[in-house]
C-alpha cells in the first residue's frame, strides 16, 4: 500500500487541477492547493488551500514545507502568460524536499517545462493529454437551445481523454516510484469522430441532437463572433483540419499507469447530463 503523502497542487481550480486534487484525496494522500485567490476557492473537504502565485515563487516556500510532490502547470498570473519562473521554482522544491514534480504540458516548449526536464534531484513526469472530453461542454448551449452542435471538419478523428484520467495518471506519478523521467502521452480508450460524439451525447440526454457541418469559412466567422484571438483561430485551424497523429491515437497510457482502463466518452457524457439537458 502506498505511503500517504502531501502534494501541492497547482492550478487547482482548472480543469484538470481538480482532477488531480480529487483522485489525490480518493488515494489517501494529503492534498494542498494552492490558488491565486484562494478566499473564493471552493474544494473538498480536507483540502488544505493556500494563497499564491507562480508568478511569484519567491512566495511560495511556505506553501512547499513538507510537501512531497508537487504538481505544476506552465501558464499563470491573471494574463495566463508562459511562465518565466521555472528555475526558481524548481530551487524552492528541491531546498524544500519535494521528490517527484509532474508538469502539465501546454502544447508546446515552455520555460517552465524546460525548467523541469532539466532539473537535477527531482523525478519529473510530462503529461502530455490529447482533446479533452470537457471540450464538448462548449457545444451545451447550441444543444439546449437549438438541439444542434455547429462544427467544421466532423470526421476528424480524435482520441479525447476524460480529465479524470489525466488527474489519475498525475497522481500516481506524484505518489509512487517509476514514473522519473517519463513522458505521458495521455489519451483515452477509442478514437471519435465529432458525429460519434453528438450520437453519444444524444444517446445519454435521451434526444435528438443534429450536426451541422459548418464550412472553413463559416466556421471562421463563428470563432470571431465568439471573440476568440486571431492566434487561437489559427491554432483550431491547424488542430482541427489537419490533427497530429497523437491527436487521434489511443495510447494505453492510463490504463497502463494507473491499472484500470481509460474512461469512455459515454461514461463522460453520462456525468454530464444535465449540462445538455434544457434548463427550467
Known sequence: ?????????????????????????????????????????????GVEVVQGDL???????PALKGITGLHLITFGGAAFSPLE????????????GVRRVTVLHGGGPTPLEDAVRTG???DWTVLMPVEFMANALEW???????GEVREPFVDRLS?????????????????EEGHG?????????????IGDKVKTIASAVGREIALVELT?????AQWRTAGLPEDVIGFLLEAYGNTPEVGRTVSGTVEKVTGRPARTFAQWAAEHTDAFTERS
Open 1 to 45: 500500500m502506498t505511503q500517504t503523502q502531501r502534494i501541492l497542487v497547482t492550478g487547482a481550480t482548472g480543469t484538470v487541477g481538480r482532477q488531480v486534487v480529487a483522485e489525490l484525496l480518493d488515494r489517501g494522500h494529503q492534498v494542498r492547493a494552492l490558488t491565486r485567490d484562494a478566499a473564493n476557492a471552493a474544494f473538498p473537504a
Open 181 to 193: 523521467g517519463q513522458e505521458y502521452v495521455i489519451t483515452g480508450p477509442e478514437v471519435l469522430t
Open 159 to 175: 482520441a479525447m481523454v476524460h480529465e479524470g484520467d489525466i488527474g489519475a495518471v498525475a497522481a500516481v506519478s506524484l505518489t
Open 85 to 96: 519562473t521555472g528555475p526558481r521554482i524548481l530551487e524552492l522544491a528541491r531546498a524544500a
Open 140 to 146: 451545451a448551449d447550441g444543444i439546449v437551445t437549438s
Open 216 to 220: 472553413e469559412e463559416q466556421a471562421l
Open 55 to 61: 508568478t511569484e515563487p519567491d512566495g511560495l516556500a
Open 120 to 122: 537535477d534531484g527531482v
